[in-house]
């Protein structure tokens, strides 16, 4: 294995670890339900930009952590990751192609179907209330994601990552 290669698995591990730090970084009660979803910003990210390293495995697996992270039921975010994966891996020659901001409002639209998918998933093991404060942070999200998505693509392109 190349240095180079090594170099650019563990920056991309990396920013995996600090998304789910982020994560479970505790927010004010107030702002709480205001918490953008890194980790999804971060995985779109990357399989938006290198499909070939990180697909629907990678996110299986972080999804996986995630959910051992929070205590919650396992699989659950994993699931949901893996398909928001499938989806833009299948589309992601279109989807580099678009504005930014176009690019944001998918992401809104992809955030807002993985809280969708995760409350399912949660509501067929515990009876659990939908609660639509939770969706807040797909605004956040658009409002990050051309930001996040410059700043990930100067560090990657600083760093030669492929």
Known sequence: MSTDSLRSRVWIASS???????QAAPWPGVLDDFRPTWVVLIVLYWVLALPHRVNIGT?????????????STLGVRGFMLAILCYIVALNFQVLRNLSLWQQAVLVALLTLMGKLIEFWAEYLVAPIEFDPHRLSAIALNFLLWPWLFLFMRRMRRKLSIR
Not at 16 to 22: T, W
Not at 59 to 71: H, S
């Open 16 to 22: 995996f670890v600090i998304a789910l730090i982020l």
């Open 59 to 71: 996110a299986l697996i972080v999804g996986l952590v995630w959910d051992l992270m929070l205590g």
